[in-house]
């Protein structure tokens, strides 16, 4: 724990005013560097009041959805993702910072959070929109020592883990909200049997050395607590404030996802596959038991899906009776029949 946060646990908990002099004491440091301290507290939202002869005191906050380095850092619970853990509250894109920080050589785990891109990359080339309107974006660098066809599945289990913490979120009195997975990457969620609309999207990245994976890099936006949506994707689209009826803590949201994640990562691991996550996988896969159109340029089909491989695959039950497909990521699209899912 940095000085910083030290001060910002000491107010906290304190509740009340805690002198300049307690804190140098304590973190053995000046009053100017105190000072220095709490400014940088205030830049980053917290309301902090200064009474000369009674010292500092965090006031109560109407915005319990700070998103800052203490906010997460205090929250993350992991042994190897996350650290570093680098915040930013402006960023070109997460994807592309860890890219740069893994060829100067940072670990794995090395993680980027940020409260606003300007230049997001979206899948197929498209841009991610990324606004600084209580949303989250992410990305982690891993260097797995598998076979590049794993990469599919370390994007499976990305959106495994948000899925997961999705799930921890209580929706507000009378609000009747499910969240799941769009095979194969998407979060979803629908409210009161309305139709599932997205609101959380995985780019992962692949760099390779020869026949070697040289690093992964999976980035992740979630619409957390925004409200509206631009033109082109308001039919689509949703955040997890509109879905569940109330504001989404973001720094707990991040915390809880990458929780999983690292659990969920290591079991892949261990099996080298996704075998032991896909029942759990299943469980929030809405695309189960639908029909759902194959957009493969050769041979387009419609059938109807039932479940996943122990590699990522979408197994797909074909309307004409033929034998069940299994349908790659990134070679096709996958649309539901009746609407997105
Ligand atoms: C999609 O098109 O569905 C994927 C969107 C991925 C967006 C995230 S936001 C964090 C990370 N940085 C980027 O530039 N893109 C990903």
């Given at each position: 724990m940095n000085n910083r946060q030290e001060i910002l646990r000491q107010l906290k908990e304190s509740g009340d005013f805690v002198s300049g002099q307690q804190l140098c004491d304590l973190l053995g440091i000046s009053r100017t560097a105190v000072?220095?301290?709490?400014?940088?507290?205030?830049?980053?939202?917290?309301?902090?009041?200064?009474?000369?002869s009674r010292g500092y005191r965090l006031l109560p906050t109407e915005d319990s959805d700070l998103l800052n380095y203490e906010e997460l850092a205090g929250r993350l619970h992991t042994k190897w993702v996350g650290h570093p853990l680098i915040y930013k509250a402006e960023t070109g894109s997460t994807n592309n910072d860890i890219l740069a920080l893994s060829d100067q050589g940072s670990p794995e785990g090395t993680l980027v959070v940020a409260s606003r891109q300007t230049a997001g990359k979206g899948r197929r080339g498209r841009a991610w929109i990324s606004p600084s309107e209580g949303n989250i974006y992410m990305s982690i660098l891993l260097r797995p020592q598998m076979k590049a066809d794993i990469v599919?599945?370390?994007?499976?289990?990305?959106?495994?883990?948000?899925y997961q913490a999705a799930l921890e979120l209580?929706?507000?009195?009378?609000?009747?909200?499910r969240f799941g997975i769009k095979w194969p990457n998407d979060i979803v969620a629908s409210v009161n049997g309305g139709s599932y609309r997205k609101l959380c999207g995985i780019l992962t990245e692949m760099r390779m050395e020869e026949m070697d994976i040289r690093d992964v890099v999976i980035g992740t936006g979630l619409n957390v607590n925004e409200k509206h949506f631009s033109k082109e994707i308001?039919?689509?689209?949703?955040?997890?404030?509109?879905?569940?009826?109330h504001d989404v803590n973001r720094a707990l949201l991040t915390a809880r996802t990458w929780d999983y994640f690292e659990e969920?990562?290591?079991?892949f691991r261990k099996a080298q596959s996704l075998s032991p996550l896909k029942d759990i996988y299943e469980s929030g896969l809405v695309n189960r038991g639908r029909l759902v159109r194959v957009l493969d340029p050769r041979t387009p089909f419609t059938g109807t899906a039932e479940g996943i491989t122990d590699t990522g695959e979408l197994i797909v039950r074909p309307q004409d009776g033929s034998e069940e497909k299994f349908v790659r990521t990134g070679e096709v699209s996958v649309r539901g029949v009746m609407g997105y899912v």
């Open positions: 000072w220095k301290n709490i400014e940088k507290l205030r830049e980053e939202g917290y309301p902090i009041e200064a009474v000369t599919s599945m370390v994007t499976l289990i990305m959106a495994l883990s948000v209580e929706a507000a009195e009378g609000v009747d909200c308001q039919e689509t689209a949703t955040s997890f404030c509109l879905a569940l009826g969920d990562y290591d079991k």
